[in-house]
């Protein structure tokens, strides 16, 4: 298994432009989910999916799109960079959170964005 | 509001000592408290975790004590060693909320030689 992987790793974007963040994962979990990481913040919930076709917003929703297709695939797109999303971008993925249990996230190796 | 809370943003011990790390919380409501571990240009990794009904759970040199009543957690490492220099974060869960998947600002734990 190749478990849960990123791409690119690194990407530098000037402000306006798109582009779309790839996650992938070979696990068959049902929930997948992307956060950010900034300095001093911790990881931060950006958009979540418990399914495919099914996605929400999470903590820092503003200026990210998501969609799912496929159990295996979850892509985060910026519609129009700004400098205030330079960050490191991670992927994640686990059983579904429901029933309750103890359940862990699976995360990929991230994608460093800087937006100049 | 944060309802998960890493006080300490560092922490340096020496190696063979103990390594305190600490997390509280504000929800009553989460059903399991989940570590993480995360090496520079890494993702978090799985370290150990918690169920509300289990006061404490241990994993080698690892161990997680929870404090319900002070709404306080805290991971244990010992001995310490250099390979455990890393940050860590607190990540509670609760199954009434299907995204509410939170971390705390995480504690960079140094493991002196």
């Known amino acids: 298994n190749a478990g849960v992987t990123q791409t690119p790793k690194f990407q530098v974007l000037k402000t306006g432009q798109s582009m779309t963040l790839q996650c992938a994962q070979d696990?068959?979990?049902?929930?997948m989910s992307w956060y950010r990481q900034d300095p001093g913040m911790g990881l931060r919930l950006i958009h979540y999916?418990?399914?495919?076709?099914?996605?929400d917003q999470g903590e820092v929703p503003n200026g990210y799109n998501v969609s799912r297709s496929t159990t295996e695939d979850f892509p985060l797109r910026l519609l129009s960079a700004a400098p205030s999303q330079t960050s490191v971008y991670f992927c994640?993925?686990?059983?579904?959170?429901?029933?309750?249990?103890?359940?862990?996230?699976?995360f990929g190796p991230g994608t460093r964005l800087t937006v100049t | 509001d944060q309802q998960v809370k890493q006080n300490s943003p560092s922490l340096s011990v020496q190696e063979g000592r103990i390594s305190i790390l600490n997390c509280d919380y504000t929800?009553?409501?989460?059903?399991?408290f989940l570590w993480y571990k995360k090496y520079p240009a890494e993702g978090p990794t799985f370290l150990i975790s918690?169920?509300?009904?289990?006061d404490k759970n241990e994993d080698g040199r690892f161990t997680v004590f929870l404090n319900k009543s002070a709404k306080h957690l805290s991971l244990h490492i010992v001995p310490s060693q250099p390979g455990d220099s890393a940050v860590y974060f607190c990540?509670?869960?609760?199954?009434?909320?299907?995204?509410?998947?939170?971390f705390g600002k995480g504690t960079k734990l140094s493991v002196k030689p």
């Open positions: 994640a993925s686990s059983y579904s959170p429901l029933p309750q249990g103890d359940y862990e996230q699976y």
């Open positions: 696990m068959n979990h049902e929930y």
């Open positions: 999916s418990v399914g495919a076709g099914i996605t």
């Open positions: 929800n009553s409501m989460f059903d399991y």
């Open positions: 918690i169920s509300s009904i289990k």
């Open positions: 990540s509670p869960i609760y199954g009434g909320s299907q995204g509410n998947l939170i």
